[in-house]
């Protein structure tokens, strides 16, 4: 509306004297009407006054006229009359007439012409009427009665001169009255013009100018307040609004700071778990029945590379997972690191889009090599998903992302490098995984947990050994499978008192075994858990058993190489006379690297190597590379899995040195163990 560079600008971008001097012109000329309104009112009420009294000296003239008129008809009756008496009553009474109009003109104001008082034809009236009368009795001279005729002819001219004078009077009043009203109207118009003017533009100024930047500022603070950090707060001519919106964009910007690292995640930038579920929250509140899936992802093995890469690789992984991920679903997304190798996904999906199809399409982009500096390297995931409806009131993010981990979950017991899709079957088994947890612990005491031996059969020799393997007996659940409450007890925390009852107890069957070997199963947590080796030693002294009858199983996905503690424990325990045989091997990646950093007395193979034999002809090559490997660091070699007979030559021609298997014995109580090998001649034969 103005320059705002120049001084007249300047002066008026402020909001206050934009508005003083709106309000300060309004008030001028509302006074100002107000003053000449008065002003002219008292002018109106003076000439109307003046008016008035004009109006009744002209009233006044015209009465006198009449009764000079009169007076001169009654004086030309009278010269006429023979009689007097009439007459002369009737002169009488229009010379009184004629004396009182004289009066009220006086009284009303009239001034007459300066004439002296002999040039008054009514001066001396009386004695004009007394010689009216005289000729009426006598009869008139002529002298006489010119000089009646004259006076007559003059009070006529006089009475005339009185109206004329009084109407003009009258005329003249009124023109001055009509004038003033005239210029009363003109100044209130012109005035009232004026301030319309002011205010109209006044409220120009506020509807175009003011208010549309108030409602501005207003829509920024009020999305301030609604946590939106991402608008533009914008520049304002109006000084008032100008110094607030530098405060308001501060503060945002530091809001804004704050919100990143409330809602990011500082080692990548990615969106945390708090943002992912404000952002998908919302979208489920939406009401408008889209359909989204919620995904979560993680890195298998993710440990691994920061072993390996160290942390800041891993971070540096995790972002261009979560950028590929973007990349490949596309702005829709949401993609945020909601743990050290988690992620969780939102997706709209469609008819022809689905969540399980989304989320195998994830799964094969994320196994393509990734650039870490000089090094590429290649990584798996594993997922789960939702699929959830918005608007939706029995949703909740939260547990949304319950069920998506337990998917997740059941993609990693399936193998990992996988996607699955969520039924309530995983609600399920999730609920009788907390409720094993936490029945776990009342099974020690109630003496619902049990130890099982199943035997192991040499190939070179008649040495017996068994596998201490643990049961659980729920009173509700029955047998519960220790692929079910190995998990709970570590969840737990109760793993390692479970390991200490096992060997506690596997140690007391044992020691009545004198010429036996014997297996034991050790978590993962049990070696890094301090003090384990000197319980060990302790329990073996006190039941009369010597180290080196003892094996101790671990998994490779004990990870020992990257495991410090537990690579010193299991060096140590070697040293005291334990053997030490690394399970499940030849499924892992890191079995190779286990084999390289620890030298194990024995292998067992995976049962997957064993069960396909005689189906798969490549299945026995990848069988004779295992054991080969093994028989060349010097291990022992115990093919796990002998469920048919078929297979007892494929895997002794391999090369293993033990069998293992239903085909021989399932699993059998501490009481039938000396039995079984006392009446296992047949099978030892065959073993042979």
Same mark, same amino acid.
């Given at each position: 509306?103005?320059?705002?560079?120049?001084?007249?600008?300047?002066?008026?971008?402020?909001?206050?004297?934009?508005?003083?001097?709106?309000?300060?012109?309004?008030?001028?000329?509302?006074?100002?009407?107000?003053?000449?309104? #008065? /002003?002219?009112?008292?002018?109106?009420?003076?000439?109307?006054?003046?008016?008035?009294?004009?109006?009744?000296?002209?009233?006044?003239? $015209?009465?006198?006229?009449?009764?000079?008129?009169?007076?001169?008809?009654?004086?030309? %009756?009278?010269?006429?009359? !023979?009689?007097?008496?009439?007459?002369?009553?009737?002169?009488?009474?229009?010379?009184?007439?004629?004396?009182?109009?004289?009066?009220?003109?006086?009284?009303?104001?009239?001034?007459?012409?300066?004439?002296?008082?002999?040039?008054?034809?009514?001066?001396?009236?009386?004695?004009?009427?007394?010689?009216?009368?005289?000729?009426?009795?006598?009869?008139?001279?002529?002298?006489?009665?010119?000089?009646?005729?004259?006076?007559?002819?003059?009070?006529?001219?006089?009475?005339?001169?009185?109206? $004329? %004078?009084?109407?003009?009077?009258?005329?003249?009043?009124?023109? #001055?009255?009509?004038?003033?009203?005239?210029?009363?109207?003109? *100044?209130?118009?012109?005035?009232?013009?004026?301030?319309?003017?002011?205010? *109209?533009?006044?409220?120009?100024?506020?509807?175009?100018?003011?208010?549309? @930047?108030?409602?501005?500022? &207003?829509?920024?603070?009020?999305?301030?307040?609604?946590?939106?950090?991402?608008?533009?707060?914008?520049?304002?001519?109006?000084?008032?609004?100008?110094?607030?919106?530098?405060?308001?964009?501060?503060?945002? #910007?530091?809001? /804004?700071?704050?919100?990143?690292?409330?809602?990011?995640?500082?080692?990548?930038?990615?969106?945390?778990?708090?943002?992912?579920?404000?952002?998908?929250?919302?979208?489920?509140?939406?009401?408008?029945?889209?359909?989204?899936?919620?995904?979560?992802?993680?890195?298998?093995?993710?440990?691994?590379?920061?072993?390996?890469?160290?942390? @800041?690789?891993? $971070?540096?992984?995790? /972002?261009?997972?979560?950028?590929?991920?973007?990349? &490949?679903?596309?702005?829709?997304?949401?993609?945020?690191?909601?743990?050290?190798?988690?992620?969780?996904?939102?997706?709209?999906?469609?008819?022809? +889009?689905?969540?399980?199809?989304?989320?195998?399409?994830?799964?094969?982009?994320?196994?393509?090599?990734?650039?870490?500096?000089?090094?590429?390297?290649?990584?798996?995931?594993?997922?789960?998903?939702?699929?959830?409806?918005?608007?939706?009131?029995?949703?909740?993010?939260?547990?949304?992302?319950?069920?998506?981990?337990?998917?997740?979950?059941?993609?990693?017991?399936?193998?990992?490098?996988?996607?699955?899709?969520?039924?309530? @079957?995983?609600?399920?088994?999730? !609920?009788?995984?907390?409720?094993?947890?936490?029945?776990?612990?009342?099974?020690?005491? +109630?003496?619902?947990?049990?130890?099982?031996?199943?035997?192991?059969?040499?190939?070179?020799?008649?040495?017996?050994?068994?596998? @201490?393997?643990?049961?659980?007996? &729920?009173?509700?659940?029955?047998?519960?499978?220790?692929?079910?409450?190995?998990?709970?007890?570590?969840?737990?925390?109760?793993?390692?008192?479970?390991?200490?009852?096992?060997?506690?107890?596997?140690?007391?069957?044992?020691?009545?075994?004198?010429?036996?070997?014997?297996?034991?199963?050790?978590?993962?947590?049990?070696?890094?858990?301090?003090?384990?080796?000197?319980? *060990?030693?302790?329990?073996?002294? /006190?039941?009369?058993?010597?180290?080196?009858?003892?094996?101790?199983?671990?998994?490779?996905?004990?990870?020992?190489?990257?495991?410090?503690?537990?690579?010193?424990?299991?060096?140590?325990?070697?040293?005291?006379?334990?053997?030490?045989?690394?399970?499940?091997?030849?499924?892992?990646? !890191?079995?190779?690297?286990?084999?390289?950093?620890?030298?194990?007395?024995?292998?067992?193979?995976? %049962?997957?190597?064993?069960?396909?034999?005689?189906?798969?002809?490549?299945?026995?090559?990848?069988?004779?590379?295992?054991?080969?490997?093994? %028989? &060349?660091?010097?291990?022992?070699?115990?093919?796990?899995?002998?469920?048919?007979?078929?297979?007892?030559?494929?895997?002794? !021609?391999?090369?293993?040195?033990? *069998?293992?298997?239903?085909?021989?014995?399932?699993?059998?109580?501490?009481?039938?163990?000396?039995?079984?090998?006392?009446?296992?001649?047949?099978?030892?034969?065959?073993?042979?």
């Amino acid at each position: 509306m103005f320059n705002v560079n120049s001084k007249f600008g300047r002066m008026f971008a402020s909001l206050e004297t934009r508005l003083v001097g709106a309000l300060t012109l309004i008030v001028v000329f509302t006074v100002l009407l107000q003053v000449v309104t #008065q /002003r002219e009112a008292y002018a109106l009420r003076e000439q109307s006054d003046a008016l008035i009294q004009t109006s009744a000296i002209a009233e006044n003239a $015209d009465q006198f006229a009449d009764a000079v008129a009169k007076l001169r008809m009654a004086t030309n %009756r009278g010269l006429m009359a !023979s009689e007097t008496g009439g007459s002369s009553d009737e002169l009488t009474d229009q010379a009184i007439g004629i004396g009182d109009q004289l009066g009220r003109l006086r009284n009303s104001g009239m001034v007459f012409y300066d004439a002296p008082q002999a040039g008054n034809p009514f001066a001396d009236l009386d004695r004009h009427v007394a010689e009216i009368l005289e000729v009426q009795k006598h009869g008139a001279t002529r002298s006489l009665a010119r000089r009646i005729e004259a006076r007559n002819v003059a009070m006529g001219e006089f009475a005339d001169g009185i109206v $004329d %004078r009084a109407h003009a009077q009258r005329r003249s009043a009124q023109q #001055q009255l009509v004038a003033s009203v005239g210029r009363w109207q003109l *100044l209130v118009l012109a005035t009232g013009l004026v301030t319309i003017l002011v205010v *109209l533009l006044a409220l120009f100024d506020i509807s175009r100018n003011i208010l549309p @930047a108030i409602r501005r500022m &207003h829509g920024n603070v009020q999305r301030l307040a609604d946590g939106d950090l991402d608008i533009e707060i914008g520049t304002f001519r109006l000084k008032e609004l100008q110094a607030l919106s530098r405060p308001l964009e501060t503060f945002r #910007q530091n809001a /804004r700071a704050v919100k990143n690292l409330a809602f990011s995640d500082p080692a990548t930038g990615m969106p945390n778990r708090r943002a992912f579920l404000e952002t998908f929250g919302k979208l489920l509140a939406t009401g408008d029945e889209r359909r989204f899936a919620c995904m979560v992802i993680d890195i298998d093995r993710f440990k691994h590379v920061n072993d390996d890469y160290g942390h @800041a690789a891993g $971070d540096e992984l995790v /972002r261009l997972i979560g950028e590929r991920v973007k990349e &490949h679903l596309g702005h829709e997304s949401v993609v945020a690191r909601i743990g050290g190798d988690e992620f969780a996904v939102s997706m709209p999906l469609t008819e022809e +889009r689905q969540g399980f199809a989304l989320a195998s399409d994830i799964v094969d982009a994320v196994r393509a090599p990734f650039s870490l500096g000089g090094y590429a390297v290649a990584v798996t995931c594993s997922m789960g998903v939702v699929d959830v409806t918005a608007g939706d009131e029995a949703q909740d993010v939260d547990d949304i992302l319950r069920n998506a981990d337990m998917a997740l979950y059941a993609s990693k017991k399936s193998g990992r490098n996988c996607a699955t899709a969520f039924d309530l @079957a995983m609600a399920q088994e999730r !609920s009788i995984d907390r409720a094993l947890e936490k029945d776990l612990e009342y099974a020690f005491e +109630r003496q619902q947990l049990r130890m099982v031996y199943q035997p192991i059969h040499s190939v070179v020799d008649d040495a017996r050994e068994v596998e @201490a393997l643990v049961r659980w007996r &729920h009173p509700e659940l029955g047998d519960v499978p220790p692929s079910s409450f190995i998990p709970a007890a570590e969840r737990s925390g109760l793993m390692v008192r479970l390991g200490e009852w096992i060997i506690e107890r596997a140690l007391a069957d044992f020691a009545q075994w004198p010429e036996m070997f014997l297996s034991i199963n050790l978590s993962p947590l049990q070696l890094q858990h301090e003090g384990f080796s000197g319980f *060990l030693l302790d329990a073996c002294r /006190r039941n009369g058993i010597v180290p080196r009858r003892l094996f101790l199983e671990v998994t490779e996905s004990l990870s020992i190489e990257r495991n410090t503690r537990a690579l010193l424990t299991l060096n140590l325990l070697r040293t005291l006379g334990f053997r030490i045989a690394l399970d499940d091997f030849g499924t892992g990646y !890191s079995s190779l690297s286990m084999v390289k950093s620890f030298k194990f007395d024995r292998m067992k193979l995976d %049962r997957s190597l064993v069960m396909d034999l005689g189906q798969d002809p490549a299945s026995v090559a990848v069988l004779e590379a295992a054991v080969t490997m093994a %028989r &060349h660091v010097g291990a022992e070699v115990v093919a796990e899995g002998i469920s048919e007979a078929h297979l007892i030559g494929a895997t002794k !021609s391999a090369g293993c040195t033990h *069998l293992q298997g239903y085909y021989y014995s399932k699993p059998i109580e501490a009481g039938e163990v000396l039995s079984y090998f006392a009446n296992a001649g047949d099978d030892l034969a065959q073993v042979a």
